[in-house]
């Protein structure tokens, strides 16, 4: 039955191997259309027959700067992938960096299982996930209209292109162009860093 549902694979990277069952484990009881490819390293999964049909990968880092090595590894090989960063850090300074790099999603080791379903959910429909609770400081923002506060704040909720051109009544085509223009004014290189980043807008600007 598996086969007749199989839609792709989920690569987890890791080299912890107590870590990376259990990790298995868990994806495999809760997206049983995936199949679950496990990898000590970067490099084996990319060379590897099974890359070419993922769509997903998972990185667990011990220390961040390996997270980074790996990371930097994985996405050259293929950057279309979407990528979900797992790291005992859940400092701003460390997701931010995970998010500079390309990163979808982020999860911290201090959030439970159920946040690391919800992020694979989020990233698998075209989302983004970032840590609840994650405080940044303050930046200096270009003034933002209040459509694109809009779009700011559904993209916090990992919401899709196509799940805020619905909301708001606009094409999947105009979301696109908000967010890129967003970004610009941000100065930021994706989606998800605009979500980790836009705090400090949604509480203080206005309208």
């Known amino acids: 039955m598996n086969d007749l549902r199989y839609v792709g694979n989920i690569a987890?990277?890791?080299?912890?191997?107590?870590?990376?069952?259990?990790?298995?484990?868990?994806?495999?009881?809760?997206?049983?259309?995936?199949?679950?490819?496990?990898?000590?390293?970067a490099?084996?999964?990319?060379?590897?027959?099974?890359?070419?049909?993922?769509?997903?990968?998972?990185?667990?880092?011990?220390?961040?700067?390996?997270?980074?090595?790996?990371?930097?590894?994985?996405?050259?090989?293929?950057p279309h992938i979407p990528v979900l960063v797992l790291a005992n850090a859940s400092d701003a300074a460390s997701i931010v960096q995970a998010i500079d790099l390309g990163a979808r999603g982020y999860v911290p080791s201090t959030l439970p299982v159920s946040e690391l379903i919800l992020a694979v959910h989020r990233i698998m429909a075209g989302g983004t996930f970032v840590p609840p609770e994650t405080k940044f400081g303050k930046q200096a923002w270009k003034p933002l209209t209040s459509r694109?506060?809009?779009?700011?704040?559904?993209?916090?909720q990992g919401k899709t292109?196509?799940?805020?051109?619905?909301?708001?009544g606009i094409s999947e085509s105009t979301v696109k162009v908000h967010v890129r223009r967003i970004m610009k004014q941000m100065q930021v290189i994706n989606r998800t860093a605009i979500a980790h980043r836009s705090k400090d807008i949604l509480s203080t600007d206005e309208d």
């Open 148 to 156: 694109q506060l809009s779009i700011v704040a559904a993209i916090r």
């Open 161 to 168: 292109n196509a799940e805020i051109g619905k909301e708001l």
């Open 43 to 78: 490099d084996e999964w990319s060379i590897s027959s099974s890359h070419m049909r993922t769509r997903l990968v998972i990185l667990h880092d011990r220390g961040y700067m390996d997270a980074s090595k790996i990371f930097a590894t994985a996405r050259a090989s293929e």
């Open 12 to 41: 987890l990277i890791s080299s912890n191997v107590l870590i990376r069952d259990c990790l298995k484990f868990i994806l495999a009881l809760n997206f049983p259309e995936y199949r679950i490819k496990v990898f000590s390293a």
